[in-house]
């Protein structure tokens, strides 16, 4: 198996809202995504390069409610108490080539295997039934992509690159045992930090010099 970052997740209670506080801090407009007909969610992009990107998520206030617990946590209480404060990083996704081995291997972390698309874009990823973050957050969603084509691809050099990702977890030994089973190479931007608080951050390089996208308490 290998495992690599594949993106970072932004969610906001609005898709306007979520763009406007990231280009403020960047200087970079973000590019319209489009929508997830199962979880009635949409998003917006922007390229981090090397494969990467940064997904600004919302609640699709014209798609019908899902039959299922949407992801990222977007339905649960304390979610939507935590945006109201304003966007925030709140995940991670790790894309690999073999998912069925990473649920075989962490069935709990990686949860529900399901089938998605959003226009050309096909991919399997992983999903706990409740739609609750693995870890608080900390643990990435994992993704395959199939078909061949992937977002980052397809979206314009934004000038911003990802220097680190810190998630703190009290399981950080753990999680961070996992992901190396998983093939998640030393080399990833990626620090995970023993804390009883848990929480994400990261650190951007962009047109406006180093921006950090602050931690906010992700406790549900």
């Not at 990802?162 to 992901?179: F, I, K, N």
Request: proline share 9%; charged share 20%; glycine share 10%.
């Amino acid at each position: 198996m290998s495992l690599a970052l594949d993106h970072l997740v932004v969610a906001a209670r609005t898709l306007e809202e979520g763009a406007q506080w990231l280009e403020a801090r960047t200087g970079v407009p973000t590019v319209a995504g489009g929508k997830h007909a199962l979880m009635g969610t949409h998003n917006r992009l922007m390229g981090l390069g090397s494969g990467a990107f940064l997904e600004i998520i919302a609640i699709d206030p014209a798609a019908p409610p899902p039959a299922r617990p949407r992801w990222f946590s977007l339905d649960s209480p304390a979610m939507r108490r935590r945006l109201d404060a304003g966007p925030a990083i709140i995940h991670w996704v790790a894309r690999t080539d073999d998912i069925d081995a990473a649920r075989e291997a962490a069935p709990g972390l990686v949860g529900d295997i399901l089938a998605l698309t959003r226009g050309d874009y096909r991919w399997r990823i992983g999903v706990p039934a409740d739609g609750s973050l693995p870890a608080h957050g900390a643990f990435p969603t994992v993704i395959q992509w199939e078909g061949g084509r992937h977002p980052a691809s397809a979206l314009p050099d934004s000038g911003c690159r990802l220097e680190r990702l810190t998630a703190r977890t009290p399981a950080a030994a753990e999680c961070l045992s996992t992901l190396r089973r998983l093939g998640l190479p030393e080399s990833a931007p990626v620090l995970l930090v023993a804390s009883e608080a848990t929480g994400l951050s990261a650190v951007l390089h962009s047109p406006r010099g180093v921006v950090l996208l602050p931690e906010s308490d992700a406790r549900e």
